[in-house]
């Protein structure tokens, strides 16, 4: 291709480029420019804006400052529903009062759980055994004075009918070597064989009042504990009505704040939906971006410099063989120091 057929091919080219840039650049200044907006509307969209509610139980009310944001925030309580939480109010009072006095009535409680914690730890002092000794020395000492009266009573007869020497019965020592059996009269063995089952009998009723000893002192822990522990729970227990009457108050007052809590949610709700529509109504495109980037004649310039047709025109048209007759009537053609 000639010299100057590639230039003005090349310059069509160059200059198509240079026209789509600047209108790529006016495009990307515009959608920057709509970005910006569109934020600043959706920032001013997305402020906070609450809305003033009025419910069968109360009033929000919300401030607002010079610059058109929430400074303060509040609701105001049924009268009614007020003049309830009054009444709670002086109830709860009262038992608080009662709660205070609690301590002093369940008093006598704790004072005869510690009795019992130290009756039973003197029960508990003494082991079974050690208790079953003397219940059985008790038991001897009680039953002293009549075995007393009886030897006397049974030796007055012996004497009376001549038999107070008399000794039958004795036995030789044991294999072991122990002492056998003193003799005596038959009155005597008699006397000695009740006296010895009776201790028997003691014995036997030792060993369960040593453990019923024990069992009794653990009972008497027990029960001091019970003590206690009652003394304890009446006191806590004394709060049930003061509590129960500040809950009463406190569900009064949930449902005053029902209002304020109502205005918040619109407004919040409010504020998202007012902040997407601003985004979506105001915000850049791709389809935009692409129209406001598109320069016709640019495109045409391009287009130009890389048309085969056109190059091929123009090769023929600077070619040194071309012949001009057509266009001035004559039929001279380019060659060698010609014209």
């Known amino acids: 291709m000639p010299m100057a057929a590639a230039a003005i091919m090349g310059g069509s080219s160059l200059l198509g480029g240079l026209l789509a840039g600047k209108s790529a650049e006016r495009?990307?200044?515009?959608?920057?420019?709509?970005?910006?907006?569109?934020?600043?509307?959706?920032?001013?969209?997305?402020?906070?804006?609450?809305?003033?509610?009025?419910?069968?139980?109360?009033?929000?009310?919300?401030?607002?400052?010079?610059?058109?944001?929430?400074?303060?925030?509040?609701?105001?309580?049924?009268?009614?529903?007020r003049a309830y939480q009054d009444r709670f109010m002086g109830l709860a009072g009262g038992g608080l009062s009662q709660a205070e006095m609690a301590q002093q009535q369940f008093a006598p409680l704790q004072q005869g759980a510690q009795g019992l914690f130290g009756l039973g730890q003197q029960y508990l002092a003494q082991s079974p055994q050690q208790a079953a000794q003397q219940y059985m020395a008790g038991q001897q000492e009680l039953l002293a004075p009549s075995r007393e009266r009886e030897m006397a009573q049974l030796q007055n007869r012996l004497f009376n009918t001549g038999r107070g020497g008399l000794s039958v019965g004795a036995t030789s020592a044991r294999p072991s070597g122990a002492a056998g059996l003193g003799a005596a009269s038959p009155e005597l063995e008699a006397y000695y064989n009740a006296i010895a089952q009776q201790d028997a009998q003691l014995a036997a009723g030792a060993q369960q009042a040593g453990m019923d000893q024990a069992r009794f002192g653990a009972g008497l822990l027990g029960t001091a504990g019970n003590l206690l522990t009652q003394g304890y729970q009446g006191q806590a227990a004394a709060l049930g009505p003061y509590e129960a009457y500040l809950a009463q108050m406190k569900q009064l007052e949930l449902l005053g704040q029902q209002p304020l809590e109502l205005g918040i949610n619109i407004g919040a709700k409010g504020q998202s939906n007012a902040a997407a529509q601003a985004m979506l109504s105001t915000g850049p495109t791709r389809e935009s971006f692409a129209a406001n980037a598109f320069n016709p004649f640019a495109t045409a310039l391009t287009q130009a410099g890389q048309n085969p047709a056109l190059q091929a025109g123009l090769g023929k048209l600077f070619s040194p063989s071309y012949n001009y007759g057509a266009f001035g009537g004559g039929s001279g053609t380019f060659g060698e120091g010609q014209y």
């Open 27 to 81: 495009a990307a200044r515009t959608q920057a420019d709509a970005q910006m907006k569109a934020a600043q509307l959706a920032a001013e969209e997305a402020r906070f804006r609450p809305v003033g509610v009025t419910t069968r139980f109360g009033q929000s009310q919300f401030q607002t400052g010079p610059d058109g944001r929430v400074s303060g925030a509040g609701y105001t309580l049924d009268p009614a529903l």
